[in-house]
């Protein structure tokens, strides 16, 4: 479509992370303060963006890993229904899970970029549109749009910072027209347990093809076929990935399979039910993306729970092939960025796009920027409508 691909972003390797700390190339650093990470897995693609980089970055959604960088890195994210986009290139971490979506500054943007990377694609056997989604190109009209705001979701450890930024979107939700009440989204509390048994599971499976013959590293110190596998994985293989890869060979192996894998797969059909039940009544959840702002680096990396916990909001979504989309709506004491997200039932990216839009035309927090970085804002793709209140508390246009 005539863009400039100007390279690939650093990432957790193999997309398993939730920090960008486990990368072969290194740790990337949350443009908003350099102690701090930038999120993950898509941590690179977020920070190219928050630091005036590029317009907008794509990155790849199995857990939450476009919208929680674009939580801490104040930018707009998509994740888009499962199957919308081709994921033919995409390394395979969970087939049932990954969906690739972009990151830009606001929602317009990402409309664009989506336009252009969604549709069918006959090399992806998960591809189901038929066609290319096409935006109205504007905020949407939110009189009379049902928002359901699930109360137990800020039963969860949440900062009382993220807490209240996102009950004051709620609050200007409302004063657009929207009807927003809260509501009980059960089984919510299974869905991070759930998760990592069926990415994990996924995971063992996908990468077994990393073997040291026909894929990745390839160690030169084995003496014979079974030493060149354990030498290869061993020495290749960072400290995350062989984690996630023994819980999924654990989960999956004969006498745990009914235990654990059947049962998160069992639950994963309740969660989907959940919300199928939840769409009865709203148009759309409003919950938020993380429970903390980015949080500095190192300081979850000995404590693999704690890390995975940061997903319990977003890992919803992929169970349930959902779209959600991820937006700035404030910042904390230390003006770290806040983000929120929308989640609609499926093939309902349009509809979450213009809320999103609807919101960011009459606030700015998305048109913060890092102080240490470039300020302009002629970085988009799209055309530009906004407002001005509330006002945000970064560096500003």
Same mark, same amino acid.
């Given at each position: 479509?005539?863009?400039?691909?100007?390279?690939?972003?650093?990432?957790?390797?193999?997309?398993?992370?939730?920090?960008?700390?486990?990368?072969?190339?290194?740790?990337?650093?949350?443009?908003?303060?350099?102690?701090?990470?930038?999120?993950?897995?898509?941590?690179?693609?977020?920070?190219?963006?928050?630091?005036?980089?590029?317009?907008?970055?794509?990155?790849?959604?199995?857990?939450?890993?476009?919208?929680?960088?674009?939580?801490?890195?104040?930018?707009?994210?998509?994740?888009?229904?499962?199957? %919308?986009?081709?994921?033919?290139?995409?390394?395979?971490?969970?087939?049932?899970?990954?969906?690739?979506?972009?990151?830009?500054?606001?929602?317009?943007?990402?409309?664009?970029?989506?336009?252009?990377?969604?549709?069918?694609?006959?090399?992806?056997?998960?591809?189901?549109?038929?066609?290319?989604?096409?935006?109205?190109?504007?905020?949407?009209?939110?009189?009379?749009?049902?928002?359901?705001?699930?109360?137990?979701?800020?039963?969860?450890?949440?900062?009382?910072?993220?807490?209240?930024?996102?009950?004051?979107?709620?609050?200007? /939700?409302?004063?657009?027209?929207?009807?927003? %009440?809260?509501?009980?989204?059960?089984?919510?509390?299974?869905?991070?347990?759930?998760? @990592?048994?069926?990415?994990?599971?996924?995971?063992?499976?996908?990468?077994?093809?990393?073997?040291?013959?026909?894929?990745?590293?390839?160690?030169?110190?084995?003496?014979?076929?079974?030493?060149?596998?354990?030498?290869?994985? *061993?020495?290749?293989?960072? =400290?995350?990935?062989?984690?996630?890869?023994?819980?999924?060979?654990?989960?999956?192996? *004969? #006498?745990?399979?009914?235990?654990?894998?059947?049962?998160?797969?069992?639950?994963?059909?309740?969660?989907?039910?959940?919300?199928?039940?939840?769409?009865?009544?709203?148009? /759309?959840?409003?919950?938020?993306?993380?429970? =903390?702002?980015?949080?500095?680096?190192?300081?979850?990396?000995?404590?693999?729970?704690?890390?995975?916990? %940061?997903?319990?909001? =977003?890992?919803?979504?992929?169970?349930?092939?959902?779209?959600?989309?991820?937006?700035?709506?404030?910042?904390?004491?230390?003006?770290?960025?806040?983000?929120?997200?929308?989640?609609?039932?499926?093939?309902?990216?349009?509809?979450?796009?213009?809320?999103?839009?609807? @919101?960011?035309?009459?606030?700015?927090?998305?048109?913060?920027?890092?102080?240490?970085?470039?300020?302009?804002?002629?970085?988009?793709?799209?055309?530009? =409508?906004?407002? *001005?209140?509330?006002? #945000?508390?970064?560096?500003?246009?």
């Amino acid at each position: 479509a005539g863009a400039v691909i100007i390279g690939k972003t650093n990432l957790d390797e193999f997309a398993m992370g939730s920090s960008t700390e486990t990368s072969y190339y290194g740790i990337t650093k949350n443009p908003w303060d350099a102690e701090r990470v930038p999120g993950g897995s898509s941590g690179g693609s977020a920070a190219a963006v928050a630091a005036g980089l590029a317009p907008y970055a794509i990155g790849s959604d199995t857990g939450g890993s476009i919208r929680q960088p674009c939580a801490f890195c104040n930018l707009t994210g998509v994740k888009p229904t499962y199957g %919308s986009v081709s994921r033919y290139g995409l390394m395979a971490f969970a087939s049932s899970l990954d969906q690739i979506g972009p990151m830009a500054r606001d929602a317009m943007d990402c409309a664009a970029a989506l336009e252009l990377i969604s549709g069918p694609d006959g090399r992806d056997s998960t591809s189901l549109m038929k066609k290319p989604f096409r935006f109205a190109g504007e905020a949407a009209d939110i009189k009379g749009l049902r928002i359901g705001v699930p109360e137990n979701y800020f039963e969860m450890g949440i900062a009382d910072e993220v807490k209240t930024a996102v009950l004051r979107a709620a609050k200007v /939700m409302e004063s657009l027209g929207a009807e927003v %009440s809260e509501f009980e989204l059960p089984m919510i509390e299974y869905a991070a347990p759930a998760y @990592y048994v069926i990415a994990c599971a996924e995971a063992s499976s996908n990468l077994s093809r990393y073997d040291g013959v026909k894929y990745g590293y390839r160690s030169k110190d084995a003496a014979d076929m079974t030493e060149m596998f354990y030498k290869s994985r *061993s020495e290749g293989l960072g =400290t995350e990935v062989k984690r996630r890869v023994m819980i999924g060979s654990f989960v999956l192996s *004969s #006498g745990y399979f009914d235990a654990y894998y059947k049962k998160a797969l069992q639950v994963r059909g309740l969660i989907k039910k959940s919300f199928d039940e939840a769409f009865q009544r709203y148009d /759309m959840v409003l919950s938020p993306v993380s429970p =903390t702002v980015a949080y500095h680096i190192g300081r979850k990396t000995s404590d693999p729970v704690a890390m995975y916990m %940061s997903d319990i909001y =977003t890992v919803s979504v992929n169970l349930a092939g959902l779209p959600g989309v991820a937006l700035p709506c404030g910042f904390d004491g230390d003006n770290m960025p806040i983000g929120m997200q929308f989640i609609g039932r499926a093939f309902s990216d349009d509809a979450l796009i213009g809320a999103a839009a609807a @919101y960011q035309k009459v606030t700015d927090y998305h048109r913060q920027r890092p102080s240490a970085f470039e300020k302009d804002s002629s970085l988009h793709v799209a055309a530009r =409508t906004g407002g *001005s209140v509330p006002r #945000g508390k970064g560096g500003g246009d």
